[in-house]
């Protein structure tokens, strides 16, 4: 019986992908691929930034801060938004730890689909759980 979940193999063939195209520093990758919370999100690249996606699909769904090369071999962490910034790291680790802190709740493994397929998703399960359920029996 197999218990991977389905969006597993989706997931690595994605850390695959960027380890191959050399646009992020290898030791970034490691460093990311080596915290678990990263490793079962999508990754992807764009100008040498290492960005974490919660879908598997094209467009990709911005929920969570992303790193980019600095000078000297350092970093700089922003996002989730382009126009927010998280600050500066020295080495990989703590890039990656300034990403790990700002995760979202319940940011689990990636979602096989599309971010708008996502964020239906995600807008059933908030409408489907007992406290959401019970906030609007009391407002109607």
């Not at 919370?37 to 040498?48: A, D, E, H, Y």
């Not at 989730?80 to 493994?109: F, Y």
Request: charged share 20%.
């Amino acid at each position: 019986m197999d218990i991977t979940p389905p969006s597993h193999s989706r997931v690595e063939a994605g850390w695959h992908k960027v380890r191959a195209d050399g646009r992020v520093r290898p030791e970034l990758l490691e460093a990311a691929y080596a915290e678990p919370r990263l490793r079962q999100l999508f990754p992807w690249t764009g100008m040498g930034e290492l960005h974490f996606s919660r879908c598997t699909e094209w467009p990709w769904a911005w929920h969570i801060p992303y790193i980019q090369p600095a000078a000297e071999g350092a970093y700089w962490v922003s996002g989730p938004l382009r126009s927010e910034s998280v600050g500066p790291a020295a080495t990989p680790q703590q890039a990656v730890t300034m990403v790990v802190d700002r995760l979202p709740p319940n940011c689990g493994p990636a979602f096989v689909g599309t971010r708008e397929e996502l964020a239906a998703y995600d807008a059933a399960i908030l409408s489907a759980t007992p406290e959401t359920r019970d906030a609007n029996r009391s407002t109607n």
